[in-house]
């Protein structure tokens, strides 16, 4: 099958990566559009040889998109279009229907409580949601959470398909060549004990817990690998909590790998993930990751635990911020005992191997396929 991705834009980030692992594994041929930004990953996804389409949108609400995206639909006979994230959707959707595309999917990757890609939804928002919803086929939950939010939003149970992200395990091996090259290249010290996170620096991902928390441990380095609006007040905490010189801002990086070498203990604070691929990461790159919430794992350990069964590394944080910094100190301690040692990779890692996410994508997309030559089929019967 002929397949577009409609994607929003192709910075550095979850969605973005996620759309990257899965083009390498679909037994199909694949195209991308990014209506904005195409950034690095766009990059990285024509150096695997896929054919990457540029539309410059002005701003979200660029009517001119349509056209465009309906000519490039039409023109390149594509019998699946596969949107992601909010604009793309809402976009993509409609363009396709124009277009009179066979199989319309999306997938839905970032819908938390009461907020869509780090912003706060309206009632406007989920309007358009739920209209542009109709006009495809399936929509792709990337965890039972998502799904829930989905369905609340009005999405029909039959209309969801749960397909949780995937994660080639390969690709965060450690190297101690990289947390080498990476510590000196942002100025830390190869003795230090570093804490890190990863993820969009906006206030949903509470990173300014890690840095009051961080305020309490002494001598330890915290790094945070990302960009976004929340930088510069995260600066100030970090120079309010007397911290300023032990908090480190690496900016976007096109692949997490390197930075997460760079690290002793991965924290992800925030309490609005609606997957948590970056704890994963960190789990395959043998760091005890604590975090707030994580979908995948949450849905594996049950009431009251601190984590899944078949995942020692990692470890669930208390509802509480004040407890954080008592956790890291734990967690610190624990590193001392295994003499800054690496975990072994845990075998949760595994159950989202990217394999299972493109085979699962494989077969939806060819059972709509399907269905939808079986109601053509019988419209002219």
Same mark, same amino acid.
């Given at each position: 099958?002929?397949?577009?991705?409609?994607?929003?834009?192709?910075?550095?980030?979850?969605?973005?990566? #996620?759309?990257?692992?899965?083009?390498?594994?679909?037994?199909?041929?694949?195209? %991308?559009?990014? /209506?904005?930004?195409?950034?690095? %990953?766009? +990059?990285?996804?024509?150096?695997?040889?896929?054919?990457? !389409? +540029?539309?410059?949108?002005?701003?979200? !609400?660029?009517?001119?998109?349509?056209?465009?995206?309906?000519?490039?639909?039409?023109?390149?006979?594509?019998?699946?279009?596969?949107?992601?994230?909010?604009?793309?959707?809402?976009? =993509?959707?409609?363009?396709?229907?124009?277009?009179?595309?066979?199989?319309? %999917?999306?997938?839905?990757?970032?819908?938390?409580?009461? %907020?869509?890609?780090?912003?706060?939804?309206?009632?406007?928002?989920?309007?358009?949601?739920?209209?542009?919803?109709?006009?495809?086929?399936?929509?792709?939950?990337?965890?039972?959470?998502?799904?829930?939010?989905? *369905?609340?939003?009005?999405?029909? +149970?039959?209309?969801?398909?749960?397909?949780?992200?995937?994660?080639?395990?390969?690709?965060?091996?450690?190297?101690?060549? /990289?947390?080498?090259?990476?510590?000196?290249?942002?100025?830390?010290? #190869?003795?230090?004990?570093?804490?890190?996170?990863?993820?969009?620096?906006?206030?949903?991902?509470?990173?300014?817990?890690?840095?009051?928390?961080?305020?309490?441990?002494?001598?330890?380095? /915290?790094?945070?690998?990302?960009?976004?609006?929340?930088?510069?007040?995260?600066? #100030?905490?970090?120079?309010?909590?007397?911290?300023?010189? *032990?908090?480190?801002?690496?900016?976007?990086?096109?692949?997490?790998?390197?930075?997460?070498?760079?690290?002793?203990?991965?924290?992800?604070?925030?309490?609005?993930?609606?997957?948590?691929?970056?704890?994963?990461?960190?789990?395959?790159?043998?760091?005890?990751?604590?975090?707030?919430?994580?979908?995948?794992?949450?849905?594996?350990?049950?009431?009251?635990?601190?984590?899944?069964?078949?995942?020692?590394?990692?470890? *669930?944080?208390?509802?509480?911020?004040?407890?954080?910094?008592?956790?890291?100190?734990?967690?610190?301690?624990?590193?001392? +005992?295994?003499?800054?040692?690496?975990?072994?990779?845990?075998?949760?890692?595994?159950?989202?191997?990217?394999?299972? /996410?493109?085979?699962?994508?494989?077969?939806?997309?060819?059972?709509?396929? =399907?269905?939808?030559? #079986? !109601?053509?089929?019988?419209? !002219?019967?």
């Amino acid at each position: 099958m002929r397949v577009l991705h409609v994607i929003t834009g192709l910075n550095a980030g979850g969605a973005e990566h #996620q759309l990257r692992v899965l083009l390498r594994r679909l037994p199909h041929d694949c195209e %991308v559009v990014t /209506l904005s930004n195409p950034g690095p %990953v766009a +990059e990285a996804i024509r150096a695997d040889g896929t054919t990457v !389409h +540029e539309l410059t949108m002005k701003h979200n !609400h660029d009517l001119t998109a349509l056209p465009k995206l309906r000519r490039l639909m039409r023109d390149g006979r594509y019998d699946v279009v596969h949107t992601h994230l909010y604009r793309a959707c809402l976009f =993509g959707r409609v363009a396709a229907r124009l277009a009179g595309v066979p199989t319309i %999917v999306a997938t839905e990757h970032s819908l938390g409580h009461g %907020v869509i890609e780090g912003r706060r939804t309206s009632v406007g928002v989920r309007l358009l949601y739920r209209l542009t919803e109709r006009l495809g086929h399936t929509t792709v939950a990337v965890s039972d959470a998502v799904a829930g939010r989905l *369905r609340a939003w009005g999405v029909r +149970e039959d209309r969801i398909a749960v397909v949780p992200n995937g994660i080639d395990a390969s690709e965060f091996t450690f190297d101690p060549r /990289l947390r080498w090259a990476a510590r000196t290249r942002l100025g830390i010290a #190869q003795d230090a004990v570093v804490i890190g996170g990863v993820g969009r620096l906006e206030p949903t991902k509470h990173f300014d817990r890690l840095i009051r928390a961080v305020a309490e441990v002494p001598g330890v380095t /915290l790094l945070l690998v990302g960009h976004g609006p929340a930088r510069e007040a995260l600066e #100030q905490v970090a120079d309010l909590h007397g911290v300023a010189d *032990r908090v480190v801002f690496a900016g976007a990086v096109g692949h997490a790998r390197e930075m997460l070498c760079a690290m002793d203990v991965f924290a992800s604070p925030s309490d609005s993930e609606t997957f948590g691929l970056a704890v994963l990461e960190a789990l395959a790159c043998g760091l005890p990751a604590l975090y707030a919430v994580c979908p995948p794992l949450d849905e594996l350990t049950s009431p009251g635990g601190h984590g899944p069964p078949d995942a020692p590394g990692a470890r *669930r944080l208390s509802a509480y911020p004040e407890a954080l910094p008592r956790t890291l100190r734990a967690e610190l301690a624990c590193l001392t +005992e295994r003499r800054g040692g690496r975990l072994p990779i845990p075998d949760v890692v595994a159950r989202f191997d990217t394999g299972r /996410l493109a085979a699962s994508i494989d077969l939806l997309y060819r059972r709509l396929a =399907g269905h939808t030559l #079986q !109601h053509v089929e019988g419209a !002219h019967g």
